[in-house]
């Protein structure tokens, strides 16, 4: 690509990314709820107030109306503007990772961005994976193993990610963590992981492949670790409180999708 091409690619990524942040809001406040996702349009949860076309601009309208609804001034929550620019940003960096790889895992890696800001913001809610966030990594992954069977020999196509990688993430993901939520049931006597979690481990498996996997279980176990320590200590918690553990599994397996190549390349080159 021309550097004019790169300019307007990166442009639309942008702006495109600012407001699929801005539908990633609403998938994030009605589906836990199980509300539709069209009607009634975007409103005012206390007064009710029908949010007109301008009101609903990316970052802008949250500037514009300093964080409150324009009828009532109930204050607006920070996180739209935040999954907004995490979204933005997010997308930027998976077209100046990807697309120089893979046209398709670029893509994949977008979509894939969609369905784990949404997870994250869910389950630190909620603490619930909703399955079709999962289905959505899960179809991505089969969209993935797909495209590397038939573009085998096309580098821009093809992720490089070998099959048998994606299918072991699958099996280790599901099968593993299956085993360890049970018996954590028979020995702890309380769920270490929730079903949910289970899933998308096993989703995630398959669309990155079982050393990014591998990975993303070590990162988001130690960053688990080091902030619950850190909460408990302020709380004064006694280890009896459950806590998701979805947005730790989401910033690992981010990570893993970003820096996985690099990061197993120098492993394995130590050997």
């Excluded at 801005?22 to 589906?31: A, E």
């Excluded at 199980?34 to 007109?52: A, D, F, N, T, W």
């Excluded at 994250?120 to 966030?133: A, C, M, S, T, V």
């Excluded at 573009?151 to 072991?168: A, C, H, M, S, T």
Aim: proline share 3%; charged share 15%; with cysteine.
């Amino acid at each position: 690509m021309t550097t004019t091409t790169l300019i307007i690619v990166y442009i639309l990524t942008g702006i495109i990314g600012l407001c699929v942040g801005s539908f990633l809001n609403v998938l994030i406040y009605r589906v836990p709820l199980e509300m539709s996702i069209v009607k009634p349009g975007s409103h005012c949860p206390k007064c009710q107030y029908k949010l007109k076309w301008y009101d609903n601009i990316p970052v802008i309208s949250y500037l514009i109306l300093r964080g409150k609804c324009r009828s009532c001034k109930e204050p607006i929550s920070i996180r739209y503007t935040i999954v907004e620019v995490v979204t933005m940003l997010l997308w930027l960096a998976v077209v100046l990772r990807f697309i120089n790889e893979s046209y398709i895992f670029t893509g994949i890696a977008m979509l894939a961005i969609v369905a784990f800001i949404a997870i994250f913001f869910i389950d630190l809610e909620h603490q619930i994976i909703p399955d079709r966030f999962n289905v959505m990594i899960l179809l991505l992954g089969v969209v993935a193993l797909i495209a590397n069977l038939v573009f085998k020999d096309n580098v821009l196509l093809n992720d490089g990610i070998p099959w048998e990688q994606r299918v072991g993430g699958l099996i280790f993901g599901g099968l593993f963590l299956l085993i360890f939520r049970y018996g954590s049931i028979l020995i702890l006597k309380r769920e270490a992981l929730g079903f949910g979690d289970v899933k998308l481990v096993a989703a995630c498996g398959l669309l990155l492949g079982i050393y990014n996997l591998f990975l993303a279980i070590l990162v988001s176990s130690v960053i688990a670790s080091i902030v619950l320590l850190i909460v408990r200590k302020k709380k004064k918690d006694k280890k009896n409180t459950e806590y998701p553990f979805a947005p730790f599994l989401i910033f690992g397996m981010t990570f893993a999708m970003f820096f996985g190549t690099y990061i197993i390349d120098w492993y394995i080159s130590l050997f």
